[in-house]
């Protein structure tokens, strides 16, 4: 299997060096329209063919697929021209600007018989994965919220705001673990900078059950916090990713809620017991995930994070983006 | 000065307890309706006279003033009685269940030339006393937000929600530090117990500039966190109280936003440097507070925790709580 | 029961709280040679009997038995005065400034068939209580070692140095967990008060097997630390102190050395494993000491912190005193 | 310049992978007598030149510099053959297996006028050089101690103990930060796979004022703590190299003993005030360590890691050997 690499950015060298080391795929091409991305290609990986158009990729027949990681408005264009050339498609999160486009390409693949699949690399952790196993395996009980912070001094992006640029880990986790369909969106931030574009932003996902999901995403923060917690009615769970080891911690904590008939009295009792924190694959995440890629092409497989998660988090990224601008009312989704 | 503390549950012994150790000070009953709270009393101040009836307090002409520490259900009643008995009063947080009725205790306060000071204890503390110093100095510039986070496995109140029993005390920190107006309140949350009682919210506070607080209570968590950001244009700074020592932290971190006029071009520079990490008065907040309400009474001074920044607090809750019932939509305060 | 606390300083008043709280007791005296700490137990507890002449408690022959709270070099005539009179002994730690005086008391409350305990206080605490159960269960395996760090900026004491006031407590969770003989001890340590007096120490203990046991203690440390290792064959243990809730952390964590008799080879395996952290009693460990003291006094029991592991503890610090002497040599114990 | 690199072990491709992208220098040579491991350099550096025989490297007119990455028992003879043959050598710690063959390669380098340098990787940190520039300003006043811990669940190395394996960094940062002269060395330790090589072991070095240095090296922790504590009379430094940002830290917490005349007492007074956590310099250690071989060959200039560096870390080493084998007894170095 051959592939062409489309962006030498800061991502596109983690993709190229990834995909390089895995078995049974060759690293043919990489595109970027700076010269000097191309010349560090050619340095580093002499045997790489390097190209100002990425559509003299889209025209050899010896490629079969690409990966995209170009910025995000130009993903449309690209995934699409891709598909229509018979390529399968790894892209960069978020997949697209709208719904509507990921809808078309979502379509598209489908039609095609290709695989479309989305760089939610944060799925192929070794932490993620032993979190949806814990959650699949029903220890958490029934799920009360999810409570998300990805915040640091950020780099701020020039053509999306903080929700759009940090948020899509977050909710591409949320909507891995999580398989009921969110209900509304929320969504409160500001903007320090003028450009109409939010550094700081609080985004609210609510569901059909009492289950609820909240995200803080911040340019601004003078410390650098990448915590999720998780909590259910048997037990509770932190994923705190700057931790250096113990990354997941289950903690056997809860509250029991029960009704006294004769007295129509609500009563809570607490439980507190020991906390224990998994064993983690220390595998590097887009290794596990190119692998992941290269399999589903061979096997005509849906990859994890197929371009129906990708929709879904480009859907509730759009809700959070209306809210945004109607004061934070929520948006059905 | 004489008085009596109403009310012996979870923070009554520690007023009793720094009220007992202030100098020029004497407690001379206590009230609570619960007998076997009142034979502790006994037992640890003999010399206290208790009762059942709070009534009995308000009778008593050596009574200069009176501390209210019972459910904030019953405080507009007990506070107003006291006012209009003539006795200075100090009452828990929050002050009121309502703006309306928080606007009449201050009213009646004023019109008796006594003493309302409300116990936001936080404010008294070292740490938040230093960072009003900081603020006050121009050290971290135009305020950009403030997040707070105080979450863990909590005591269910009966008759309140998560935000109304841990809300105030980062309200309390918001009013004293900030002396904008907000504009909007908007709160999402949700209710695992059936009671109609959120347990899991979040609360954002809006201000006319682009200064932007927002708050995440939780008593479900399993972890306790007690965290505090505030960013400004040229510093930033994290309070944490879960820190043994180090609880302020000072970062020399920041954005320099620019326009290039020539290119219409939005610039943004980043700015790291040093960490600082100022010594902080340890003494117990409650001691500092206790003097601060007998001084406000002998010399007659407007406290720091006054009626007017209790009532600025209830009227964020009373906010927090209608955007609730409307699905999180603001509203203006 | 009625007691007699001697020494109303630093320690006393948590002992004499604590036995005011315990059922069953009385504390019907207080002794201390200054008037003015005196006077604080008068107020704070109006019922109990104080006296600067220790004598009167012993004359007392209502009194059953005595806490001695007092600096250690009067430890030695005010125990066996108490034991004469006939009266069981609570003594701080250490319980004597040398093994001959230690092997005297021990000897002499035999005879007479009275409890002679040591305030060993951290071995009634959940966390080592705990350790001890693992360790008893055999589930860290064969022990290799355990190192103790007890550092902070220290209240320099004018009589002992630093290891004979941060060790004993170390010592003593050592003497409580490990049954094993120690052979030899070893310390460094300097002095930067031109007292004589180490301020800056370490100390090591030596087994039979190769257990080792090494303890750092300092005074001047920037940082408060109080963190245990324990490392078995099977697995390793973190007991710190300074953790708010999960003091004590099993790591399912080892390594196995087998030899390949073929190759004359040693290999070393590594095994990685869970983490967990075992929810922990969380009552004050002094009220669970002092109501062990009334059982042992009442049944005639030996203590946890028996004389003889009071005697213990006495012994590897006097070793570490000579070896301290002779630069380090290590000393036979 | 031209450089040949002998080793492609675990630490040789972060060499090679650094003079790779020093400007003004070439890789034109790389050695291993493992050809499995010159395969990979071949396929990462096609343009270098690789070698089952370090020999032809010595041989080739056309290098200046070696650089030998390869078990220390093998660094006296490579060395010396090097120098020999008039290469400049830069060497991986521990220079050599005794002081006897260091000072020989010491004198030889200074012979031929060659530069011989020890790759002390971590006096090439942002933090070792702040700490240094703190010291040297005189900020802590006069050194009262240096405690460094260095622990995790290690590699066994077949050849070394634990304190030659891991005490080198801290030993080459004590000789980098301390100018004064070591007079005595004594270790402690224990070997539990029955190689006859400590696993555990911590070491002492005495100086001629109070300071005094400890080390504690263990393969058998269960976490791993990398942090150094350095005590002065006017303040106190943390180096936490765990943290990922603020790895200094600096204490304004002193001890101030004074002696009153009259009453022939010392006095201590504590002191505590801010913290403060110095901007570090982010570079990666190894590429300023590269470049500055490159710049002490050019200009002739004496390395901050010099082989009289070396030598006095392979002195302490040697020292605590002795002081292993005597059961703790102090050395002179």
């Known amino acids: ?90 892209v960069e999160k978020p997949m697209t600007r709208s719904v509507a486009e990921g809808q078309e390409l979502l379509e598209l693949a489908e039609k095609k018989g290709l695989v479309l699949m989305v760089d939610h690399t944060f799925i192929y952790t070794g932490a993620v994965r032993k979190i949806k196993e814990i959650l699949d395996g029903g220890e958490l009980g029934e799920l009360h919220y999810l409570d998300s912070v990805r915040i640091n001094l950020g780099l701020f992006q020039s053509d999306i705001d903080v929700l759009w640029d940090l948020a899509p880990h977050d909710l591409a986790i949320l909507t891995y673990l999580v398989s009921a369909k969110p209900k509304f969106v929320s969504a409160t931030g500001s903007d320090h900078t003028g450009r109409g574009l939010v550094d700081v932003a609080y985004m609210t996902v609510q569901y059909a059950d009492n289950f609820l999901a909240h995200f803080h995403t911040n340019w601004l923060s003078p410390v650098k916090l990448r915590q999720m917690l998780i909590g259910g ?27 006294e008939e004769g007295i129509h009295k609500t009563l809570v009792d607490y439980r507190t017991g020991d906390m224990w924190a998994p064993k983690l694959e220390l595998r590097e995440a887009l290794g596990v995930e190119c692998e992941h890629f290269l399999e589903c092409v061979r096997f005509n497989k849906i990859p994890w994070s197929s371009a129906a998660a990708g929709l879904n988090v480009v859907r509730l990224l759009e809700g959070a983006t209306k809210s945004l601008a109607k004061n934070g009312t929520r948006v059905a989704v």
């Not at 091409?29 to 990425?54: F, G, H, M």
């Open 1 to 90: 299997m051959r592939i062409g690499v489309i962006g030498y950015g800061y991502w596109g060298p983690n993709l190229v060096r990834n995909f390089a080391e895995t078995a049974g795929v060759e690293v043919k091409w990489c595109a970027d329209n700076r010269a000097d991305r191309l010349a560090i290609v050619k340095k580093r990986y002499p045997s790489i063919q390097v190209t100002e158009d990425a559509g003299q990729i889209f025209d050899d027949p010896d490629v079969n697929a690409v990966v995209i990681a170009t910025p995000v408005s130009t993903h449309f264009k690209l995934v699409k021209q891709a598909l229509e050339r018979g390529k399968h498609v790894l």
């Open 233 to 259: 009615s048997r037990r509770m769970l932190v994923y705190n990713d700057m931790e250096p080891s113990e990354k997941v911690r289950v903690y056997d904590r809860g509250v029991k809620v029960t009704t």
